[in-house]
């Protein structure tokens, strides 16, 4: 998940425990209490223990673990396949050589899933050999459990290779031309239905929360938020853009700009509105008129059209190329401060793909939107930086 570094753009003994051979979690190293040998003879029965001498360990440790099994034991499938393959021949040699097994590996596998059941399946004295009544219940059930068992292992296996339902994506709209497209085209092959749209960065987010979107790209990581992963793509500065008019000549300073001519400013419910207005604050200058637009277009036209004066960040200015020629943009005055875009999703949904995804939308914001801005605005160069893979 995103975490704070000093920055993301500088290029720059737990215990293992796995499952045993009977189902039951054991320390990597341990030995089955049943497996022989004289340090093997301490069992677990219930909440008793009990310990035998080395010479009759297995049987005396057997004949104790009789009666009820622990609550929540784990029966290793394996096992029932072995039982039921005795039961069918109706003796061990004929099933090991069906099962293409020793004797003996057939005969301690019969009886460690005794042990783990608490019971006795086989009538070993009986000739020819019987079921217990415990042995006749497994043999009428066990078939069902392999039976679902593999149901089971096919299913998720078609799950792996089937494509996801629909995937909804949101981004804020100096990205959405520019990424989605090819995002969504990637996506293809992931999705049965894709769906794309943009917003403001607040309603994308609560979208996320609510779950009515699985995927956003927007200008807050929305680190009060738990649950979520967070990809950071770019860092860029907030510029200022007047109209090309002689009133707002290059000596006219952000106070003048304040003080004469209206501003042009995003709707308050976007992030990037609140950040400008609170840098505004921090320098002690207040606009005296203010003209509020809901979107990047129309806060270029307005200025283009010599309405005022706003500021936004470069790749906002991709949005209105045409307008270009009609605005002047200019560094914004004072200590520069940064947009950070990022993609985020949520921890348990389709982080593998985002990840993935993240890494597209940085190559892709590097290939177009970093070399033409250079191009156009000289000055800009080592302002407009993609994030690398600590990002995230």
């Not at 425990?17 to 979690?25: C, I, K, R, Y």
């Not at 090309?244 to 000549?249: D, G, H, I, V």
């Not at 002690?284 to 059209?305: E, F, H, P, Q």
Request: charged content about 20%; aromatic content about 6%; some cysteine.
């Amino acid at each position: 998940m995103h975490e704070r570094r000093a920055s993301p753009y500088n290029g720059g003994h737990a215990g293992h425990v796995q499952a045993s051979s009977t189902g039951v979690g054991e320390a990597r190293g341990t030995r089955s209490p049943f497996a022989g040998g004289p340090d093997a003879c301490a069992a677990s029965v219930g909440a008793l223990a009990c310990r035998f001498a080395a010479r009759s360990c297995s049987r005396r440790c057997f004949r104790a673990q009789r009666g009820p099994a622990k609550d929540g034991i784990v029966i290793d499938l394996r096992s029932i396949k072995v039982f039921l393959a005795v039961a069918d021949a109706g003796g061990f040699t004929l099933a090991a050589k069906r099962l293409e097994k020793t004797q003996s590996a057939v005969s301690q596998a019969i009886r460690q899933l005794e042990e783990e059941l608490g019971v006795v399946l086989i009538n070993r004295a009986a000739r020819p050999m019987s079921l217990t009544p415990s042995g006749q219940t497994l043999r009428d059930r066990g078939y069902q459990l392999l039976e679902e068992a593999n149901s089971l292992t096919a299913s998720i296996r078609e799950g792996a290779d089937s494509k996801t339902p629909e995937i909804r994506m949101a981004f804020v709209d100096s990205f959405a031309m520019l990424g989605g497209p090819r995002l969504l085209k990637g996506l293809l092959d992931h999705a049965q239905n894709l769906a794309l749209s943009s917003g403001l960065t607040p309603s994308l987010g609560h979208a996320l929360a609510r779950r009515e979107l699985d995927i956003i790209v927007g200008n807050d990581s929305f680190d009060d938020v738990d649950g979520l992963v967070r990809f950071e793509l770019m860092r860029e500065p907030y510029v200022l853009l007047v109209p090309n008019l002689p009133a707002y000549r290059p000596d006219v300073g952000l106070e003048q700009l304040a003080r004469n001519f209206p501003m042009i400013r995003y709707d308050a419910r976007s992030f990037m509105a609140t950040q400008i207005d609170r840098q505004l604050h921090r320098m002690n200058v207040r606009s005296t008129r203010r003209i509020r637009v809901d979107s990047t277009d129309k806060l270029i036209a307005m200025v283009a059209g010599g309405l005022g004066w706003t500021s936004t960040t470069p790749l906002s200015l991709l949005r209105a190329r045409e307008l270009l020629p009609e605005v002047t943009v200019r560094p914004f005055p004072g200590p520069p401060f940064f947009r950070h875009l990022f993609m985020i999703c949520h921890q348990e949904g389709l982080q593998g793909l985002t990840r993935s995804l993240a890494v597209q939308a940085r190559a892709l914001l590097k290939e177009q939107a970093i070399g033409e801005l250079s191009a156009l605005f000289p000055w800009l160069r080592g302002q407009l930086v993609i994030a690398d893979a600590n990002g995230q």
